[in-house]
C-alpha cells in the first residue's frame, strides 16, 4: 500500500531539513533561492505586494495633448508602444524558457541534495524544451479561453440589449456576473490543478523517461483513474501545505523588509533633500539615475524574499518526489538505492 499524502509530510520535511540545514551552507541557500525563483516555485503568497501612495501635491499634473505627448504622439508613439509589446512579449518567452530549464535543475537538486545549476542544466535539454513548448500552447490556450469567455459574456449582454438600459435588467446582469465569476474560479481553479499534476508528476517521468509532456500525462492520468482517492488527497493537502507556508513566508518576509524598508527609506529621503537643497530637478538623467537605483532595491528585496522561502522551495519539491516516488518505481529506485546499487 503506497503512502498518502499526509504519510509523506515527514520524510518530505527531513529531506528538507537534511538538504538545508545539516550542514547549513549559503551558497547552497543562494543557489536554491535563484533556481527557485526561476523556476516559478515561489507562490504569490510567499512574496510581497503593494501600492505606494503617492505624495499629495498643490500642483496640477500637465495636461496631454497632441503637443507635449511622448515622442510627439501619432506613429512615432504607436511606434514605440510596439516596440515595448514586442520587447515584453519577448521577455516573457525567454523567461517561460529558463523556467522551463530550471524545473529540471530545481527537481535534479532536490533529489540528489545538492543544487548544481551548471551541471543540472545542461542533464535534462532535450525534455527541458519539450516542457518550454508545452508551457507556451498552454498559456495561449488558457489566454484563448479567458477572452471567449469575456467576449462571448459581452456580445451576450449587447445582443440581449441590456448595455442600453441597465437598470432595467440589474437582475439578470447580477446574475450572469455571478455566472460568468465562477466559470472563471473554475478555469483557475482547474489551470492550477493541471499545472500541479504536470510539474510534480509528468516532469520527473520526463526527466527518467526521455518523454514528452503527452504521453507522461497520460501515464498520470491512468495512475490517477487507478487511485483517485490518493490524488485528490494529496491536491487538497497540497492546498493546505502551501496556504499554511505562504501566511508564514509572508510573516517572515514582512518583517524582514519592513525592518529593511527604515534604513532604506532614511537614505532615500536624506538624498532627495540633499538633491532639492541642490537645486536638482527631475531631468532624464535623474529619472534615469532614480530608476536604476530603484530596480537595484527591488532586486534585492526579491532576493531576499527568495532566500527567506527557501525551504518552502525545497519541501514542496521533495514533497511531491515522496509521494510520487511511492506510484513511480523509477523513481523509487533513486530515492531509496538498494544496498547493492551503493556498492
Known amino acids: 500500500m503506497p503512502l498518502s499524502a499526509v504519510d509523506v509530510i515527514s520524510p518530505a520535511f527531513e529531506r528538507m531539513k537534511q538538504h538545508l540545514f545539516r550542514p547549513f551552507r549559503l551558497s547552497q541557500w543562494f543557489r536554491l533561492a535563484i533556481v527557485g ?6 507562490g504569490t503568497g510567499g512574496g510581497l505586494s503593494g501600492q505606494f501612495p503617492s505624495s499629495p501635491s498643490s500642483q496640477q499634473g500637465p495636461v496631454l495633448n497632441g503637443t507635449n505627448l511622448p515622442f510627439g504622439g501619432g506613429l512615432p508613439l504607436i511606434a514605440v508602444i510596439c516596440v515595448l509589446v514586442l520587447l515584453a512579449l519577448g521577455l516573457g518567452i525567454a523567461f517561460i524558457y529558463v523556467s522551463s530549464r530550471m524545473r529540471f535543475v530545481l527537481f535534479d537538486s532536490v533529489l540528489a541534495g545538492e543544487c548544481r545549476i551548471r551541471d543540472f542544466w545542461r542533464r535534462r535539454g532535450d525534455v527541458a524544451f519539450r516542457y518550454f513548448v508545452w508551457q507556451i500552447l498552454f498559456v495561449l490556450c488558457i489566454a484563448i479561453g479567458m477572452i471567449l469567455l469575456i467576449g462571448i459574456s459581452i456580445a451576450f449582454v449587447y445582443g440581449m440589449g441590456w448595455f442600453s438600459s441597465p437598470r432595467d435588467h440589474l437582475l439578470p446582469l447580477v446574475l450572469g456576473g455571478i455566472l460568468v465569476g465562477l466559470v472563471f474560479l473554475a478555469i483557475i481553479f482547474t489551470v492550477g490543478v493541471v499545472q500541479v499534476l504536470v510539474k510534480d508528476f509528468v516532469v520527473p517521468q520526463m526527466a527518467f523517461d526521455n518523454i514528452g509532456v503527452g504521453e507522461g500525462w497520460r501515464r498520470l492520468w491512468s495512475m490517477v ?11 487538497g493537502m497540497k492546498i493546505v501545505l502551501s496556504f499554511a507556508a505562504a501566511v508564514m513566508l509572508f510573516i517572515v518576509a514582512a518583517i524582514v523588509i519592513l525592518v529593511l524598508l527604515i534604513p532604506v527609506g532614511g537614505v532615500s529621503a536624506v538624498t532627495i533633500l540633499a538633491g532639492r537643497a541642490a537645486g ?3 531631468n532624464p538623467l535623474t529619472i534615469a539615475i532614480a530608476i536604476v537605483v530603484g530596480g537595484i532595491v527591488l532586486i534585492a528585496f526579491v532576493l531576499i524574499a527568495a532566500l527567506i522561502s527557501v525551504p518552502a522551495i525545497v519541501f514542496f519539491p521533495a514533497y511531491s518526489i515522496h509521494f510520487f516516488a511511492e506510484r513511480y518505481p523509477p523513481l ?5 538505492p538498494s544496498p547493492t546499487a551503493l556498492r
Open 37 to 42: 525563483f526561476l523556476a516559478g516555485e515561489i
Open 332 to 336: 523509487h529506485a533513486v530515492l531509496y
Open 225 to 235: 483513474k487507478a487511485e483517485k482517492g490518493g490524488y485528490a488527497g494529496y491536491i
Open 280 to 282: 536638482l530637478t527631475w
